[in-house]
């Protein structure tokens, strides 16, 4: 069927009225998100954004310009609309939903309504001494993905954007970038939130000991004793959504480093999951472009972006719909009466 399907969205697509290939990558955007759909006419219904947030053992240890308190003070900024994620979300008509997966604060339920309150712990452990999250909150983790991207589907969503907000979240990031994709974790650590030399040096330090640590207390890891001894809640949340968002044939839109090595760690666990993903943006961030090289992954956009949030694949939106309109609404040759010439 995928063959077949294949074969009539390329006749369709070169039969559009215009040079063979002309449209470029929206050619292949479109190509793909008819064969996720399984359709030769796919639609872009209520596109949904969910934004996870935690904090993580590591940070403190050092590897964050940021301070830890920024986490939670973004997560209330964000019922006002504030954050670049609202402006985005608001821009390209997205549902955002920001939910509360292990922030180190209290969120009070009727100040702060805007969060979903999902928390599993006031921060993950210290990867540097131990795993980050156990079994059990591993699998409560992956669940709530799998929940939000439910009721993202059952309000007619076919389109999945995730972002995350958690001080210190590049160091797994780069972690998980050099056990899976086996490149020196020199070139995986960068500047994070802005440290500078000094401070990448010292991030770099750290995570070599958290990596020969794990190494020395784990005998034959599988994937998930990987990432779920590294990552945080807020990841393995996206983890879980991204695997969910693949079994429901939805468009998913990913973002920068994090949800890159998301992409990467939920690939680890089912390689069909990628099949669904559209790499909206290459970031700053010093390992994002290697990332995005050796998992062959062609972003989108390269805006120098390093915010994240999911800010990065918003932005690569309109790309998407732009192909999808294009496919659906363009005229052939036949129809409209032009001499087709190759």
Same mark, same amino acid.
């Given at each position: 069927?995928?063959?077949?399907?294949?074969?009539?969205?390329?006749?369709?697509?070169?039969?559009?009225?215009?040079?063979?290939?002309?449209?470029?990558?929206?050619?292949?955007?479109?190509?793909?998100?008819?064969?996720?759909?399984?359709?030769?006419?796919?639609?872009?219904?209520?596109?949904?954004?969910?934004?996870?947030?935690?904090?993580?053992?590591?940070?403190?240890?050092?590897?964050?310009?940021?301070?830890?308190?920024?986490?939670?003070?973004?997560?209330?900024?964000?019922?006002?609309?504030?954050?670049?994620?609202?402006?985005?979300?608001?821009?390209?008509?997205?549902?955002?939903?920001?939910?509360?997966?292990?922030?180190?604060?209290?969120?009070?339920?009727?100040?702060?309504?805007?969060?979903?309150?999902?928390?599993?712990?006031? *921060?993950?452990?210290?990867?540097?001494?131990?795993?980050?999250?156990?079994?059990?909150?591993?699998?409560?983790?992956?669940?709530?993905?799998?929940?939000?991207?439910?009721?993202?589907?059952?309000?007619?969503?076919?389109?999945?954007?995730?972002?995350?907000?958690?001080?210190?979240?590049?160091?797994?990031?780069?972690?998980?970038?050099?056990?899976?994709?086996?490149?020196?974790?020199?070139?995986?650590?960068?500047?994070?939130?802005?440290?500078?030399?000094?401070?990448?040096?010292?991030?770099?330090?750290?995570?070599?000991?958290?990596?020969?640590?794990?190494?020395?207390?784990?005998?034959?890891?599988?994937?998930?004793?990987?990432?779920?001894?590294?990552?945080?809640?807020?990841?393995?949340?996206?983890?879980?959504?991204?695997?969910?968002?693949?079994?429901?044939?939805?468009?998913?839109?990913?973002?920068?480093?994090?949800?890159?090595?998301?992409?990467?760690?939920?690939?680890?666990?089912?390689?069909?999951?990628?099949?669904?993903?559209?790499?909206?943006?290459?970031?700053?961030?010093?390992?994002?472009?290697?990332?995005?090289?050796?998992?062959?992954?062609?972003?989108?956009?390269?805006?120098?972006?390093?915010? *994240?949030?999911?800010?990065?694949?918003?932005?690569?939106?309109?790309?998407?719909?732009?192909?999808?309109?294009?496919?659906?609404?363009?005229?052939?040759?036949?129809?409209?009466?032009?001499?087709?010439?190759?």
């Amino acid at each position: 069927m995928n063959s077949e399907l294949r074969s009539a969205l390329q006749d369709k697509i070169d039969n559009l009225n215009k040079p063979k290939g002309s449209l470029g990558v929206l050619e292949e955007i479109a190509m793909q998100v008819g064969l996720i759909q399984q359709t030769l006419t796919p639609q872009l219904c209520h596109p949904c954004h969910i934004l996870f947030g935690g904090d993580h053992g590591i940070e403190r240890e050092g590897v964050s310009l940021s301070p830890r308190e920024v986490t939670w003070q973004q997560m209330i900024n964000y019922g006002r609309g504030g954050g670049g994620v609202n402006v985005l979300c608001r821009q390209h008509g997205f549902t955002l939903r920001i939910v509360d997966m292990g922030v180190d604060y209290y969120f009070d339920p009727v100040l702060y309504a805007h969060i979903i309150p999902r928390k599993i712990r006031y *921060g993950t452990r210290n990867f540097l001494h131990e795993a980050a999250m156990t079994e059990e909150e591993w699998e409560q983790a992956l669940a709530v993905g799998r929940e939000q991207v439910d009721a993202c589907h059952a309000e007619g969503s076919n389109v999945l954007c995730l972002g995350e907000m958690g001080i210190g979240n590049t160091s797994p990031s780069s972690v998980l970038m050099h056990l899976f994709l086996d490149i020196p974790l020199q070139q995986c650590v960068g500047a994070g939130s802005g440290l500078d030399d000094a401070g990448i040096r010292h991030k770099l330090a750290v995570l070599t000991k958290a990596v020969q640590h794990f190494h020395d207390t784990n005998n034959d890891p599988s994937a998930t004793d990987t990432i779920r001894y590294f990552v945080g809640y807020e990841m393995a949340a996206a983890i879980g959504a991204m695997l969910r968002a693949a079994e429901l044939r939805m468009v998913i839109l990913v973002d920068g480093f994090i949800m890159t090595a998301c992409m990467l760690a939920a690939q680890q666990l089912d390689p069909s999951v990628r099949d669904c993903a559209i790499f909206g943006h290459c970031g700053d961030e010093g390992g994002h472009q290697l990332m995005l090289q050796a998992m062959n992954a062609q972003p989108l956009l390269r805006l120098s972006m390093r915010l *994240g949030e999911g800010t990065g694949a918003l932005c690569a939106y309109p790309i998407v719909a732009s192909a999808v309109h294009l496919l659906n609404e363009m005229d052939n040759f036949q129809h409209a009466a032009i001499t087709k010439y190759f």
